[in-house]
T-cell receptor, first 111, second 114 residues
Framework: GENVEQHPSTLSVQEGDSAVIKCTYSDSASNYFPWYKQELGKGPQLIIDIRSNVGEKKDQRIAVTLNKTAKHFSLHITETQPEDSAVYFCFEGGGADGLTFGKGTHLIIQP | GAGVSQSPRYKVAKRGQDVALRCDPISGHVSLFWYQQALGQGPEFLTYFQNEAQLDKSGLPSDRFFAERPEGSVSTLKIQRTQQEDSAVYLC????????????FGPGTRLTVL
C-alpha cells in the first residue's frame, strides 16, 4: 500500500453521523477505485467502486467521490449504523503500480 | 458454489515445513488473485492468473512461494520451508473479467508458523 495513502487509520463517529475516509494515490494511469469492507475473520467485500471517467457515485447511504487532478478519492457513509463498524480499505488499479490496497481505516460506530 | 472458498481456514506449521493453500474461485471466473494480509495491514498483492496462465508474480516475496492454476479453475499457493515472517492471512479473489475489475474475495487462510 505504499503507493496509496489512506486516512484516518481509526475513525470513531456517533451513530447517525457521517463518516468520511480519504485515499490519495500517485499513479495517474490508475483508473479503477473500489472500496472494500472487511469484518473480523472474513475476506474483504466490495461496497462501492468508481472508474476514472466518473466524479461521483452513490448507492443509498454510501458514496464515493474521485478527484483525478488531485489524485484522491473518498468514501462517504451517511446515517451510520452499528453494522457499519468494520475495517475499510481503498484500492487502486489499472495503472503501472499494479493492484494496491490502502492500509485500512478502522471505523467505530458509537451507540 | 456461491462464492470463493478457501481451505484450510487455519493452518499451523512448524518453521521449515511446506504448506499448500487451496482456492476454489467462483465458477467461470477467468481471473484469480492471491494476496497476503499481515495483522492490522491491508492485503498485499502476490500473484495473478488469467485462466491457467500466471501473468504477474511480481508480489511473491521469495522463491519459496509458488502458485499454480493448472486447469484454469482451482489454484494452490505453496510455501516451502516456511518462516515465521510468513505468518499472515492469505486471501484469494476471483473476477469474471480480464484485467482490473470487481474482485470477489474468499474468507482467507490464516497461516501461523511457529
Amino acid at each position: 500500500g505504499e503507493n496509496v495513502e489512506q486516512h484516518p487509520s481509526t475513525l470513531s463517529v456517533q451513530e447517525g453521523d457521517s463518516a468520511v475516509i480519504k485515499c490519495t494515490y500517485s499513479d495517474s494511469a490508475s483508473n479503477y477505485f473500489p472500496w472494500y469492507k472487511q469484518e473480523l475473520g472474513k475476506g474483504p467485500q466490495l461496497i462501492i467502486d468508481i472508474r476514472s471517467n466518473v466524479g461521483e457515485k452513490k448507492d443509498q447511504r454510501i458514496a464515493v467521490t474521485l478527484n483525478k487532478t488531485a489524485k484522491h478519492f473518498s468514501l462517504h457513509i451517511t446515517e451510520t449504523q452499528p453494522e457499519d463498524s468494520a475495517v475499510y480499505f481503498c484500492f487502486e488499479g489499472g495503472g503501472a503500480d499494479g493492484l494496491t490496497f490502502g492500509k485500512g481505516t478502522h471505523l467505530i460506530i458509537q451507540p | 458454489g456461491a462464492g470463493v472458498s478457501q481451505s484450510p481456514r487455519y493452518k499451523v506449521a512448524k518453521r521449515g515445513q511446506d504448506v499448500a493453500l487451496r482456492c476454489d474461485p467462483i465458477s467461470g471466473h477467468v481471473s484469480l488473485f492471491w494476496y497476503q494480509q499481515a495483522l492490522g495491514q491491508g492485503p498485499e498483492f502476490l500473484t495473478y492468473f488469467q485462466n491457467e496462465a500466471q501473468l504477474d508474480k511480481s508480489g511473491l516475496p521469495s522463491d519459496r512461494f509458488f502458485a499454480e492454476r493448472p486447469e484454469g479453475s482451482v489454484s494452490t499457493l505453496k510455501i516451502q520451508r516456511t518462516q515465521q515472517e510468513d505468518s499472515a492471512v492469505y486471501l484469494c479473489a476471483s473476477s469474471s473479467t480480464l484485467g482490473v475489475d470487481t474482485q470477489y474475495f474468499g474468507p482467507g487462510t490464516r497461516l501461523t508458523v511457529l
